[in-house]
């Protein structure tokens, strides 16, 4: 009887902790924010239709600018934190989503990683490699997922182009890639005067526009060539509105030589309007980017030039960032070793970054290592 009783409580037990285990598995992740300088904060608050996170917390420090937030959207007091360590005490997130300036995420992943908090960063990952490490060190020894969130991470487009890249014989092996990234200026697009501050600060963004638009080329070309680094990189930076940017270039090309390609990264603040596109060439050959949707394409066996438009109904692709962040936190998607997502992805984009910043400075084509 007695051994009877125990196997039925064990049982009982087992399917408790099945149903937890379940229920875990489909509940809201609980996200919490660091920061709301980082003008993409908006996107969090945007999408309250959706229930696949739970937003508790949110660390400002600037007590005025978390207010007009709280106004602005109709956020309780309670959810407000002046210090991060002491919300993520209070409010035990599994996740955080770094808006603040690039240089603060060191500090957030510094905090997070140790209570055993996922992060997710806006682009880049750091302002510097040696953070990145740090960072990187972190989130393994703590086992977290620390991704790094582009806004071409969310197109079509671009995953349609890797697949003609690396999935069929469309193109063929990539020999030139170039990408345009950017907008007019910061000052230009009327970004906020706490957003203004650090994208314009050499320390907490890391430079000007060879870092805020440089990196979506270095991602895109990392992802592209399925993790593989460049043999060099060179770079030439310009100031063409020093007045509005004394302190950071706001005009950059990076050109990197791999083996048998070459891919021509070009970052401005001096664009006539915002754009975000890129030119594919292979062998045989070629895809346009012509935004999220519309590509251009052709090989030799196409004439004249196609264009297609392509969506999340054709690719698999997510559109929205914290919709990845959920299903990752679950485990119902795994994250690609060289996805655009990926740390692996992001350390080399960094790496490149530093490269890009040292040509620039010296003249010099930098070896890459």
């Not at 600037?62 to 210090?83: G, I, M, R, V, W």
């Not at 997710?120 to 969130?149: C, G, W």
Request: with cysteine; proline share 5%.
């Amino acid at each position: 009887m007695k051994k009877y009783l125990y196997c039925l409580l064990l049982t009982i037990l087992c399917n408790a902790a099945l149903f937890m285990a379940n229920a875990q598995s489909t509940a809201p992740v609980r996200l919490a924010i660091a920061g709301l300088t980082h003008g993409h904060a908006v996107w969090i608050f945007e999408r309250k239709d959706k229930t696949d996170i739970s937003l508790v917390g949110i660390y400002e420090p600037n007590t005025a600018l978390a207010q007009s937030y709280a106004t602005k959207y109709h956020l309780p007091a309670s959810l407000f934190f002046t210090d991060l360590a002491t919300m993520l005490e209070a409010v035990k997130p599994e996740a955080v989503a770094a808006f603040g300036s690039i240089y603060q995420h060191t500090a957030v992943v510094e905090a997070c990683a140790p209570r055993g908090i996922h992060v997710m960063v806006e682009k880049p990952l750091s302002t510097n490699y040696a953070d990145a490490l740090r960072m990187q060190q972190l989130a393994q020894q703590n086992h977290i997922f620390l991704l790094t969130n582009f806004e071409t991470s969310w197109y079509p487009s671009t995953v349609k182009t890797y697949q003609l890249v690396n999935d069929s014989n469309y193109m063929g092996n990539i020999t030139k890639v170039i990408i345009h990234d950017g907008h007019q200026g910061p000052k230009e697009i009327g970004v906020s005067n706490e957003f203004f501050n650090w994208l314009t600060d050499p320390v907490q963004n890391g430079g000007g526009a060879l870092v805020d638009f440089g990196c979506y080329g270095a991602n895109l070309i990392t992802y592209l060539m399925k993790g593989e680094a460049p043999i060099s990189v060179t770079a030439i930076t310009q100031q063409y509105k020093p007045l509005i940017y004394p302190k950071v270039d706001d005009e950059a090309t990076i050109v990197l030589t791999y083996p048998a390609a070459q891919c021509i990264i070009q970052a401005s603040w001096n664009w006539p309007f915002g754009r975000k596109d890129m030119e594919v060439y292979g062998q045989k050959g070629y895809a346009i980017t012509v935004n999220n949707n519309t590509m251009r394409i052709r090989n030799k066996e196409s004439v004249p030039e196609q264009t297609i438009q392509v969506s999340a109904a054709d690719v698999p692709v997510y559109t929205d960032p914290f919709a990845y962040l959920a299903d990752v936190i679950r485990k119902k998607i795994e994250v690609p070793e060289n996805g655009v997502y990926a740390l692996k992805t992001n350390m080399m984009v960094v790496k490149i970054l530093d490269a890009a910043r040292e040509s620039a400075k010296t003249g010099k084509t930098v070896m890459f290592k």
